[in-house]
């Protein structure tokens, strides 16, 4: 009877770790859509860190007209400023948030292992987390619009440039 014993243990082990197995895959196959998100933030913190140093490099030179010119043109390079001011302020806001966002897809994807790992059920942490993320993503994406809207705006032609009343062309 030992012998039996032993094998019918161990074909039980065996089933136990291919259930686990199982399990694991699973688990793996629900952390990917959250994991696609991770990408996305990541994608979306590239293209505004790319903004934004496009933006420090303008503010760079606005600084030196700034002591240079005077009059009407001081005015110009002033407004400016401060729209470069505006866009520097919400694209770090953005990436805080993202930041935050990307943090709160980590923990989800944490409390979907450890759930799994040690028997307990964390769908309500892994639900909030994950709507935590998602939310702050979709804050994050309304500072981004707020300032390319603002980069538009201070991009806007003067109406005089544009020879409106030239019918020629």
Known sequence: MGRAWHLATNAKDQFMNAAHTGVIAQTIQLALAPVFVLVAIGNIMNILTTRLGRIVDRSRTLQKLH????????????????YVDRRIHLIGRALLLLVLSGLAIG??????FVGEMFGRDLGNLTGITFSTAIALLMIALIYLLLETRI??????LPQELLELERKDI
């Open 107 to 112: 923990v989800t994807v944490g409390s979907l």
């Open 67 to 82: 002591g240079e010119t005077v009059g009407p043109a001081h005015d110009v390079v002033v407004i400016e400023i401060r």
């Open 151 to 156: 980069a538009a705006n201070s991009l806007r």
